[in-house]
């Protein structure tokens, strides 16, 4: 099934919209992205994991990040490529670094994906990570424009932060085996990869 969110996109931004023929700029777990580029096309693959599409409806900055886990419990964040793969963190991150471009706190459109039990397995969490995201903006008292969570497929995602548009797409058959493995295998390289250094989080 293919949906497209347009959210807040304004009418005069839909009539504008341009076709981009530039890379799609791809996002895999614990990663994030953000651009300031009018034709940016920001594309993630998510199962069980998150990923919060973000913008400043009116500077036109906005951004990605793609997580695999709710929180880090040790409250060690550690260096960024590590760090990222917890929600807490990965939110902070990307919402700290779209302000540092000039986006206005109260100007960000927020969109969430993801989070479906792909898995299979009793602990469920993709629904962990949806629960995470819907209460961590709540709670930062952000309002969710749109969202497509839970479920039990894996999905692509296309977003233009330069309009705020989202295209969903859910993958079914042969694509379902190669998002639940990829994930089995970051998942596994968690627990081996070292998490080191600081960073500093927004206000």
Not at 21 to 50: F, W, Y
Not at 140 to 156: D, S
Not at 157 to 162: K, R
Not at 171 to 185: H, M
């Amino acid at each position: 099934m293919r949906l497209t969110v347009d959210g807040g996109a304004s009418k005069r931004e839909r009539a504008n919209r341009v076709v981009t023929s530039a890379p799609p700029i791809r996002v895999p777990p614990g990663a994030h992205h953000v651009s300031a580029d009018p034709n940016a096309l920001i594309v993630t693959v998510l199962g069980s994991c998150v990923a919060a599409c973000i913008r400043d409806r009116i500077g036109g900055v906005g951004g990605m990040n793609h997580f695999m886990l709710p929180q880090s419990d040790s409250g060690n964040w550690g260096k960024a490529t590590a760090s990222l793969r917890y929600g807490n963190f990965a939110m902070e991150r990307l919402i700290n670094d779209l302000l540092m471009r000039g986006a206005k706190r109260e100007n960000l459109e927020i969109k969430v994906f993801g989070g479906a039990n792909v898995l299979n397995l009793d602990a469920n969490i993709g629904w962990k990570n949806a629960d995470f995201v819907e209460a961590y903006l709540a709670t930062e008292g952000f309002a969710i424009a749109a969202q497509h969570l839970r479920g039990t497929y894996p999905r692509r995602v296309h977003y233009f932060p330069g309009t705020g548009k989202a295209q969903v797409l859910e993958l079914r058959r042969r694509e379902d085996l190669v998002v639940v493995e990829a994930e089995r295998t970051y998942g596994r390289n968690l627990t081996s990869e070292p998490i080191d250094g600081s960073v500093e989080l927004f206000d």
